[in-house]
């Protein structure tokens, strides 16, 4: 079992930076790849990063590549988004997911294991 807290969200204005966390129970978490989707009103949840167990295999969308970063630590089963440059449009619910094994990071939610409550994001233009 593996319980997921995100923080690190809030308003900011077009421009600005946030550095998301994710802190993560249980002692099986460098065996878990990690992503982090988003949810906007009205759509779907849809992948913004994600990063294998090892931390060394790391996959963005189009729409974040080069503004966002996504990392880990898994000596302190932590998984970090950092967003620079964010826009309006990057606006959502943040949440991040584990899933095992780790050597495989889907792009889609469904094979997702577990999830966070989430943390909103408002980026105001």
């Known amino acids: 079992q593996v319980q997921l807290v995100e923080s690190g969200g809030g308003l900011v204005q077009a421009g600005a930076s946030l550095r998301l966390s994710c802190a993560a129970s249980?002692?099986?978490?460098?065996?878990?790849?990690m992503g982090w989707f988003r949810q906007a009103p009205g759509k779907e949840r849809e992948f913004v990063a994600g990063?294998?167990?090892?931390?060394?295999?790391?996959y963005y969308a189009d729409s974040v590549k080069g503004r966002f970063t996504i990392s880990r630590d898994n000596a302190k089963n932590t998984v970090h988004l950092q967003m620079n440059s964010l826009k309006p449009e990057d606006t959502a619910v943040y949440y991040c997911?584990?899933?095992?094994?780790?050597?495989?990071?889907?792009?889609?939610?469904?094979?997702?294991?577990?999830w966070g409550q989430g943390t909103q994001v408002t980026v105001a233009s």
């Open positions: 249980g002692r099986t978490f460098s065996a878990h790849a």
């Open positions: 997911g584990a899933r095992f094994p780790g050597t495989v990071v889907p792009r889609v939610d469904r094979p997702y294991d577990y």
């Open positions: 990063i294998s167990g090892s931390g060394d295999n790391t």
